[in-house]
Nanobody, 132 residues
Framework: QVQLVESGGGLVQAGGSLRLSCAASGRTVSGYYMAWFRQAPGKEREFVAAISATYGSVNYASYADSVKGRFTISRDNAKNTVDLQMNSLKPEDTAVFYC??????????????????????WGQGTQVTVSS
């Protein structure tokens, strides 16, 4: 079992930055693929960013078009964490952000997964509110 706890959410003005962090426990997650999803009020949960498992210090990331160039996902396998750096925030980024993990993977599986159905473990979410 993997437990995920998000932190770093809050209120920020448009154009500002926030850094979300997801701390994993229960297992070492370097061999797990991970992602951030978000859910805005009245909307379905949507993919934000994903990062592959790490093999040989290599991993890959993918992003939703709406955040590409503004958000950066990264992982620190020594700390068992995955972060989401969010810059140039917009009011439409307001949502509850969820960390998710799936796996473990085997061999050199560098795929990033954007479908939430592929994720087994979820955090409880952290609120991000961007004011205009």
């Amino acid at each position: 079992q993997v437990q995920l706890v998000e932190s770093g959410g809050g209120l920020v003005q448009a154009g500002g930055s926030l850094r979300l962090s997801c701390a994993a426990s229960g297992r070492t997650v370097s061999g797990y693929y991970m992602a951030w999803f978000r859910q805005a009020p009245g909307k379905e949960r949507e993919f934000v960013a994903a990062i592959s498992a790490t093999y040989g210090s290599v991993n890959y990331a993918s992003y939703a078009d709406s955040v590409k160039g503004r958000f950066t996902i990264s992982r620190d396998n020594a700390k068992n964490t995955v972060d989401l750096q969010m810059n140039s925030l917009k009011p439409e980024d307001t949502a509850v952000f969820y960390c998710a993990a799936g796996g473990p993977t085997y061999s050199r599986d560098y795929a990033t997964r954007v479908n939430e159905n592929e994720y087994v473990y979820w955090g409880q979410g952290t609120q991000v509110t961007v004011s205009s």
